[in-house]
C-alpha cells in the first residue's frame, strides 16, 4: 500500500528532475576542449596569393593540381620547386590562402603604408645600419611567428603547448612563443605594445577563437622576409583553430587594419601534426651575416 502522499512523491520527483538535469549541465560544463598539443607543419605549395594565371579560378582541378604535385617534385629552376611544399595542395584545393577578397589577393595598401613599404625596400636594399636590416636577420622576429601564421618558404613549423589557461604556439623561426591566454577576457591596456601583439582566445564549442590586438608600429617589417604583409598598431586579427581530425587543424583567419589595409581580408590553411618537434633555429650572436653584408653595404660606391 502506497503511504507517500501524492504531493511529496511530486516533489521528489521534481527534485530528481533537477538533479539530473543539474548533472547534465554539468558533463557538459567538463565535456574536454579539443587538444592542439604537438608538433605541426603549415607548409604547402599554396600561395598567400592567387597567381595571376588562376585568377579567376578559386579552386585547382584534380588534374591541375596532380600538375602542380609532379612540379614540386622537379628538379628545375621553378621556385615551386624550392618549396617545402608539406601537405602541398591542402585538402581544400584552393589555388590560394586568401579567400576574401574573392580574387585571392591581399587588398591594396593604403597611401601611407604603401609608401611606408617602399621605404622598408629602399633600405634592405641598401642598409646603412642594423636598424635597415631585416627584423629576422637582426634575430628579433620572423613573420610564421605573427597572427595571422602565414607559411613561409621553410620551416613553417610549430610546437603548440595546451593548458587549462594558456596555449602556448612556438615558431620554429626564431624560436619565437605567443602566448594565448584563456583566462582573461580582455585585453592588456593600449599602452602596452607587442610584436606579436597580445593574443586573447576562448571557445566557441570545438573551435578555438583568438583574437590578438596591442601591436607594435611595425616600424621595420614592411618588406621584411620577402614583404609577406605589413601591419601596424591597429592591426586586429581573429584566428579560428578546429580539428578537422586527430591530425589535421583546420587554421581561419581574419585581418582588419584600416591604416594598412583598404579593406579586411581572410584566409584558410591546414596543418599537418608531425613526429618530431621542431629543431632549434639557432639565431644568435654568432651569425657574421649582419655585420659582413653591412661592410658590403657600406663599402660600395
Not at 585568377?55 to 617534385?73: D, I, M, S
Request: one cysteine or more.
Amino acid at each position: 500500500m502506497d503511504t507517500i502522499p501524492s504531493s511529496r512523491r511530486r516533489i521528489t520527483a521534481g527534485f530528481f528532475r533537477v538533479l539530473a538535469f543539474s548533472t547534465a549541465l554539468s558533463a557538459v560544463a567538463q565535456t574536454p576542449h579539443p587538444d592542439f598539443s604537438g608538433a605541426w607543419s603549415s607548409a604547402t605549395a599554396i600561395p598567400l596569393e592567387r597567381p595571376a594565371k588562376l585568377k579567376n579560378q578559386p579552386f585547382y582541378t584534380p588534374e591541375q593540381a596532380a600538375q602542380v604535385l609532379k612540379k614540386t617534385r622537379g628538379a628545375d629552376d621553378d621556385p615551386v620547386s624550392r618549396l617545402e611544399t608539406g601537405s602541398l595542395m591542402q585538402p581544400s584545393l584552393r589555388t590560394s590562402l586568401i579567400t576574401d577578397p574573392p580574387n585571392g589577393l591581399l587588398p591594396s595598401l593604403t597611401p601611407a603604408a604603401a609608401a611606408a613599404k617602399q621605404d622598408r625596400l629602399k633600405r634592405l636594399q641598401n642598409p646603412s645600419s642594423a636598424i635597415d636590416m631585416g627584423l629576422q636577420d637582426r634575430c628579433l622576429l620572423f613573420p610564421t611567428s605573427v597572427p595571422p601564421m602565414i607559411p613561409y618558404r621553410y620551416n613553417s613549423n610549430y610546437q603548440i603547448v595546451q593548458t587549462g589557461d594558456a596555449v602556448m604556439v612556438q615558431a620554429e623561426m626564431i624560436h619565437e612563443s605567443r602566448i594565448i591566454r584563456l583566462d582573461r577576457s580582455s585585453h592588456l591596456p593600449s599602452t602596452v605594445r607587442q610584436w606579436l601583439g597580445d593574443s586573447v582566445g576562448h571557445w566557441e564549442g570545438a573551435t578555438l577563437v583568438v583574437e590578438t590586438t596591442n601591436f607594435n608600429d611595425a616600424g621595420g617589417f614592411y618588406g621584411d622576409a620577402g614583404g609577406m604583409y605589413g601591419w601596424d598598431r591597429n592591426m586586429h586579427v581573429v584566428e579560428r583553430f578546429s580539428l578537422l581530425d586527430a591530425n589535421t587543424i583546420l587554421y581561419r583567419f581574419e585581418v582588419e587594419d584600416p591604416t594598412a589595409y583598404t579593406q579586411p581580408w581572410k584566409g584558410e590553411l591546414t596543418m599537418n601534426r608531425v613526429l618530431n618537434p621542431p629543431f632549434e633555429y639557432a639565431c644568435h650572436e654568432g651569425n657574421r651575416d649582419l655585420p659582413n653584408i653591412l661592410k658590403l653595404s657600406t663599402s660600395q660606391p
